[in-house]
């Protein structure tokens, strides 16, 4: 069952929130950790719930409506690309498969993190 929120930010065509921004301090620590393990700075493997919840926000990320157009309200030409993300976002159950998946949406200029 999804922590996430339902909504969107209205502006821009639905915008994900900002995952900084979630309440509860869990969301914010497990980014902070897989940034850290990204970057080299940090040794200790993602917890079974922090990756539960990183690839609960990649799927809520991805869903956002803004990816399915451009500024001008036309259909993203990414839109397959994107909904390919939407479909892989579902199976992430790895800090590697997070990474991977995080590597293709920055691809398309997509970075939840």
């Keep these: 069952m999804s922590r996430m929120p339902k909504f969107y930010n209205p502006m821009c065509g639905g915008l994900p929130l900002y995952w900084g921004d979630e309440q509860t301090g869990e969301l914010p620590a497990a980014v902070r950790h897989y940034i850290g393990l990204a970057a080299g700075l940090d040794e200790t493997p993602l917890t079974a719930a922090e990756v539960e919840l990183l690839a609960d926000f990649c799927v809520y990320f991805i869903h956002a409506p803004c990816w399915e157009f451009d ?31 995080n590597s293709e949406a920055a691809e398309i200029a997509i970075d939840p993190f």
Excluded: H, N
């Design 71 to 101: 500024c001008d309200g036309a259909p993203s030409p990414y839109l397959s690309l994107v909904q390919a993300l939407r479909e892989k976002a579902k199976t992430l159950t790895s800090y590697e498969a997070i990474r991977e998946w």
